[in-house]
C-alpha cells in the first residue's frame, strides 16, 4: 500500500502538486475568462453570482494552495500538496461508496495522453466491484468550437473511458483522443442513454467538461483539476461538483500511477 507519505512526496517531485508547470499567467488569464462568463472555461457550468477575478483567486487559494496575492502575476503556479491528498482522499470516498451500491457510473476525459491510464484503472476496479460502466453514444459524431474553428468529432471509449477523436485519426483502442474543455460530448452521452430508455449514471468521473456538464445537470461528479481550470472549483464551491483534485493535468501519464494505486486502495478497490 502507498502510504499518505511516499505519495505526498511523489506529488512533489513528479510536480503534480508544488510548483507545477502550469503557468501563473494562464491561470490568471481564465480566472478573467470565467468572470466574463466564456464558455470556454466556465466548461458547461452556469455560475451564480459573486465570481469577479477577486473571488475566484481567494477560491483558488483556498481550494488549491495558488497564491492570492492579485500583484503576483507571472512565474509557475503553485498546488498545495495537502490539498491534493484531501481531495484525493474524497474522491476515493466517493468512489466506494459508489461501489458498494454497484451504482452505474460514467468516466470521461478532455486529456485522453495523459489521463486515459488513470481513469481506466479505476473503471475496470469499479467493474469488478459489480458497477455497470456505461458507455452511450459510441461512435455519435459531435461539432465542437475549437480555436481552429467547429470540428466533428466522433465519441469513443477505450477500457471503459470515453473521450472524442478529431477527424482522420482512425486509431481505435489507443490514447489518440483530442484534448478538450467541451461539456458537449457528456450532454451527448446522457441524451443517448436517456433516449434509449437506458441507465443514467448515478457518477460521472473525469475532468473539464465531462464533470461540469454532468455537475450542471444533478449527476454527482468528481474529477481531477489543474490551476487553470476554476470551473470544477467554482462547482464545488456551489455544490454542484462533488470533488474537485487539484493537481497539474498535464504530466507524462506515467505520473499518475501512484495515485491509480493510492485511490484504489482508499477506497477497498484493490484487487
Known sequence: MLSTGALRAHLLAARLAGPVATSREV??????????????????????????????????????????????????DVIDPERTLAGLDAFAERLSYAAVRRAPVLFGTGHPHRLLGFYAALADAMSAAGCSVLTPAQGRCIDITTRFGVRTCSLDYVR?????????????????????????PVRVVLEAAAEGRGRLPELVVGDHGWVCGAGQLGIEAIGLADTDDPALFVGEAEGRVAVAVPLDDGVPSAYYRPLTRYVLNRAFLSR
Request: net charge neutral; aromatic share 4%; with cysteine.
Open 27 to 76: 491561470s490568471l488569464r481564465s480566472y478573467r475568462l470565467f468572470a466574463a462568463r466564456d464558455p470556454r472555461v466556465t466548461l458547461g457550468l452556469d455560475p451564480g453570482p459573486g465570481w469577479a477575478e477577486q473571488d475566484l483567486l481567494r477560491l483558488m487559494a483556498d481550494r488549491c494552495g495558488v497564491s492570492d496575492d492579485p500583484a503576483h502575476v507571472s512565474g509557475p
Open 160 to 184: 471503459g473511458v470515453a473521450m472524442v477523436r478529431e477527424p482522420g485519426v482512425r486509431s481505435r483502442g489507443g490514447d489518440t483522443g483530442a484534448h478538450t474543455h467541451s461539456p458537449l
